[in-house]
Structure formats: C-alpha cells, structure tokens
C-alpha cells in the first residue's frame, strides 16, 4: 500500500521568510498529488494539485509545489509567509484505481510569528 | 466551497451507545467519504462510497458501519462507541459535478465527537 511522509511535523517561521514542507510517498506509478490545509478549527481546503504536465504546480494564496518523480516528492513552497499562513498542511496522493481514494501524510503544523 | 454539511456537530456520547453521523451533499457526486482525524494521524480513510449502496472499507474501518441509501447522504454509524473513537469526523466527496471531472475531494466541516 502507498504511504506519504512528512517529515517536519511542526515548523516555526516569522513573517516574510521562505517555507518549504517536505512530502515523499512511496508508489512507483502514476499518482496525482495535493496539498491541502487546514486553519484553525475549519476544513480542509485544496491549496493545489497535480495530475500531469508541467511539474512546478502553483496554487492559492501563493503558494506551489514542485513534482519531482525520481526523488518521489512534491514539496511545497512559498516565498514569503504571513501570519495568516498559520496553519495545518497535508499532503495527499491518489494512485488511481477504483474510488478515487486519497493516503494523507500526517501533517505539518505551521505557526508564523508576527 | 462544496456544498457538504454534516451533523451533529459536535456530540457528547457514553461508551457503549450506538452513534450516526449524517454526510449531506447538494452536489450530486458520486465518491463520498467519511475519515477521521487525530493529532499525528492525519486523516485516515473509514469507510468510502463510490455510488448508492456501494460501499467499501478503508483502513481504519473497524467498529464503524457506513449506508448510502442516496447519492446525498452518507451515514456513518459507530456501533457501539469506544473512547478510541473519540475523533474528529470529516465527510468529503469527489466526482464529477456540471459536466467536470473533479479528482480532488472536497470536505465538510466535520463533526467533533467525545466518547466518555
């Protein structure tokens, strides 16, 4: 079965510097990646996704990620955080079959201090 | 967002007692999904539908029952509740919705539940 690692489980940044999480799964196929995050006592909402072409895939709020297949990762970046980042962040991948199930990594909590 | 609600939101239940948590969608996809989510678990997937009255286990589908006697709604039944299922329970959905395929899932708010 495939699993997702994500390997900083809490990560402390201030304002305006760079973030980037780790995310790793492991299936040698074709998968469709996303991140997901999670404010605060809300849902999780869809910050991208990635199902094929391009491999630097970018989101909401700023935010992108980089597909590399050789390395099994998809890591996500944004240049320049802000408070309102705070936060929790998922990753997820999807390698098809029947359901259009998801295997989540088990998060990385992002604070950003003002 | 999606339109997904769930209900209860929040419940207070004794070891013991059978519980039903209610999926509700207006968007008429086909894949729903009930997981839940614990500090340093992340989310793991209970139990899936992928049409009325098809449904599958997931990986933690132990002790819970799921139904979906409509496309809308997804019922998600605790048996006989433990204080390990002291969760909190989020429904998500994924299909295709005005001629669009969507792969990703959408979630609900989720429901926060306590098992004394």
């Known amino acids: 079965a495939q699993s997702v690692s994500q390997h900083n489980h809490h990560v402390i940044l201030s304002e305006a510097a760079s973030l980037e999480l780790g995310c790793n799964y492991s299936y040698g196929g074709t998968v469709n990646l996303f991140w997901y995050v999670q404010y605060p006592g809300q849902h999780l909402q869809l910050l991208l996704k990635y199902f094929s072409g391009d491999p630097l895939v970018k989101g909401i709020k700023g935010f992108e990620a980089e597909f590399i297949k050789s390395k099994f990762s998809f890591n996500l970046r944004k240049p320049s955080v802000q408070w309102s980042d705070t936060a929790e962040y998922f990753c997820a991948v999807n390698v098809g079959g029947g359901g259009n199930k998801l295997t989540f990594g088990t998060g990385t909590q992002l604070k950003v201090e003002l | 967002d999606a339109g997904i609600t769930q209900s209860p939101r929040h419940k207070v239940t004794e070891t013991g007692t059978p519980v039903t948590l209610r999926c509700h969608q207006t968007?008429?996809?086909?894949?729903m999904y009930w997981y839940r989510q614990d500090p340093g678990h992340g989310l793991r997937l209970i139990h899936y539908?992928?049409?009325?009255?098809?449904?599958d286990k997931g990986e933690v589908s132990d002790g819970y029952s799921v139904s979906r006697s409509k496309t809308e709604d997804f019922l998600l039944t605790l048996e006989s509740a433990t204080s390990s299922q002291t969760s909190v329970y989020f429904c998500?959905?994924?299909?295709?919705?005005?001629?669009?395929?969507?792969?990703?899932?959408?979630f609900g708010p989720g429901t926060r539940l306590t098992v004394l």
């Open positions: 539908s992928y049409g009325v009255k098809d449904t």
């Open positions: 998500a959905i994924s299909g295709t919705s005005g001629g669009i395929f969507y792969n990703e899932q959408f």
């Open positions: 968007e008429n996809h086909r894949y």
